[in-house]
């Protein structure tokens, strides 16, 4: 039997070139992640991917120690076509740390993937679409840095773009929102997410008002706890309410659906722990007719291809994905040849395993390593 036999673990550090204001966690210049890899005893190589955010899931360095220390013993020696069993092994051995959880995942489905010649997105049951639709973050406190790149990126197909709203005035987000529809009148799709900047108390004259903009979802607009406040605005509101830091897994979304508290969903692998545990939330979601969007944190090439085939394999993903961050806000990824976008899309890569290659070469000449193991 195929066993795993060889764990590698790099805390790395990539340096960005734009900076990033979202409200809670600024980040500017670098940004730090966990990249694993596993050999299998007839020696194919996988490659995973933990990118957590400090003030969201976690912390690059709990996620390199809790693979390192606690996941090793487990991974090491499990069988390949075992993916399932090795993932609740790894829920037994440790609570939380679902990035770390997700890396290992994720390099088993790689491995697994070219042992047998088939993508990821065939082992979760084969693609329902080859492309998805980009979404770019206005989040820089320059904006108009952001106009700039907007009206490079318009011509050039990317038309969906999320405005980060609720970090400068509300005076200075209507006039952003104003000159963006100046702009670009109806050939754009307007989102808006307040990454829980906003109190319920008086939020929906704020809501209200950038509502005239047409947005297609408001994302987040109150604290993740605040899910009664979520429920009225959902009510009050033509525009639908997207939960991000209110719903991380399927108990999350089961709440949100008892209380009527969202339209939609954000889901990031990095907040579900797992690919498996992803398509659970959007079995859940499915159900309850709620579309789900594909969320990143300051991920790199390797969890966004794992994102990408996850939701080339989940119909209910449907209103897009951001994972701009290789293409716009990364100089460089430790990727050999990046995912490519189209159009403003992201195109699903042919291939087996996640359909990307990693080289020692690459990791080394692209990202400062921290620490390996
Ligand atoms: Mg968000």
């Given at each position: 039997?195929?066993t795993?036999?060889?764990?590698?673990?790099?805390?790395?550090?990539?340096?960005?070139?734009?900076?990033?204001?979202?409200?809670?966690?600024?980040?500017?210049?670098?940004?730090?992640?966990?990249l694993?890899e596993?050999?299998?005893s007839?020696?194919?190589?996988?490659?995973?991917?933990?990118?957590?955010?400090?003030?969201?899931?976690?912390?690059?360095?709990?996620?390199?120690?809790?693979?390192?220390?606690?996941l090793?013993?487990?991974?090491?020696?499990?069988?390949?076509?075992?993916?399932?069993?090795l993932?609740q092994?790894?829920k037994k051995t440790?609570?939380?740390?679902?990035?770390a959880?997700?890396a290992?995942?994720?390099?088993?489905?790689?491995?697994?993937?070219?042992?047998?010649?088939?993508?990821?997105?065939?082992?979760?049951?084969?693609?329902?679409?080859?492309?998805?639709?980009?979404?770019?973050?206005?989040?820089?406190?320059?904006?108009?840095?952001?106009?700039?790149?907007?009206?490079?990126?318009?011509?050039?197909?990317?038309?969906i773009?999320?405005?980060?709203?609720?970090?400068?005035?509300?005076?200075?987000?209507?006039?952003?929102?104003?000159?963006?529809?100046?702009a670009?009148?109806?050939?754009?799709?307007?989102?808006?997410?307040?990454?829980?900047?906003?109190?319920?108390?008086?939020?929906?004259?704020?809501?209200?008002?950038?509502?005239?903009?047409?947005?297609?979802?408001?994302?987040?607009?109150?604290?993740?706890?605040?899910?009664?406040?979520?429920?009225?605005?959902?009510s009050?509101?033509?525009?639908?309410i997207?939960?991000?830091?209110?719903?991380?897994?399927?108990?999350?979304?089961?709440?949100?659906?008892?209380?009527?508290?969202?339209?939609?969903?954000?889901?990031?692998?990095?907040?579900?722990?797992?690919?498996?545990?992803?398509?659970?939330?959007?079995?859940?979601?499915?159900?309850?007719?709620?579309?789900?969007?594909?969320?990143?944190?300051?991920?790199?090439?390797?969890?966004?291809?794992?994102?990408?085939?996850?939701?080339?394999?989940?119909p209910?993903?449907?209103?897009?994905?951001?994972f701009?961050?290789?293409?716009?806000?990364?100089?460089?990824?430790?990727?050999?040849e990046?995912?490519?976008?189209?159009?403003?899309?992201?195109?699903?890569?042919?291939?087996?395993?996640?359909?990307?290659?990693v080289?020692e070469?690459s990791?080394?000449?692209?990202?400062?390593?921290?620490a390996?193991?």
């Open positions: 039997m195929e795993i036999s060889n764990l590698r673990l790099f805390l790395i550090e990539s340096p960005i070139k734009m900076a990033r204001q979202q409200g809670v966690g600024h980040v500017k210049g670098t940004v730090k992640r966990v694993v596993l050999t299998s007839s020696g194919i190589v996988g490659w995973g991917e933990a990118a957590p955010w400090e003030v969201f899931t976690g912390t690059a360095e709990a996620a390199f120690a809790a693979i390192d220390v606690y090793r013993p487990v991974v090491i020696g499990a069988p390949v076509n075992r993916i399932r069993l993932t092994q790894m440790l609570v939380g740390h679902g990035e959880r997700l290992i995942e994720t390099a088993m489905f790689d491995i697994l993937g070219k042992s047998c010649g088939l993508s990821v997105a065939d082992l979760l049951g084969g693609r329902v679409r080859d492309t998805i639709p980009l979404s770019f973050s206005i989040a820089d406190p320059d904006f108009e840095a952001d106009m700039r790149r907007m009206t490079e990126m318009v011509p050039n197909g990317n038309t773009f999320k405005v980060k709203t609720g970090v400068k005035s509300h005076r200075d987000d209507m006039k952003h929102l104003e000159a963006m529809r100046m670009f009148g109806d050939t754009i799709d307007l989102r808006i997410d307040y990454n829980q900047a906003l109190q319920p108390f008086n939020a929906i004259s704020t809501l209200r008002d950038v509502d005239q903009f047409r947005p297609t979802f408001i994302e987040q607009p109150v604290p993740k706890d605040c899910l009664t406040a979520m429920a009225s605005f959902a009050d509101l033509d525009t639908p997207l939960a991000d830091e209110s719903c991380f897994d399927a108990r999350d979304l089961m709440e949100i659906i008892r209380l009527r508290a969202a339209d939609a969903i954000s889901v990031k692998l990095m907040k579900a722990g797992g690919i498996l545990d992803a398509q659970a939330l959007m079995a859940v979601a499915d159900t309850a007719r709620m579309p789900g969007y594909g969320g990143t944190l300051w991920e790199g090439g390797v969890a966004l291809a794992a994102g990408t085939q996850f939701i080339a394999a989940t209910g993903m449907s209103l897009g994905c951001e701009y961050m290789p293409h716009h806000v990364l100089t460089e990824d430790v990727l050999e990046k995912i490519r976008n189209v159009n403003g899309e992201v195109v699903v890569p042919d291939g087996p395993g996640l359909g990307i290659t080289s070469a990791l080394k000449s692209n990202a400062r390593i921290l390996q193991s």
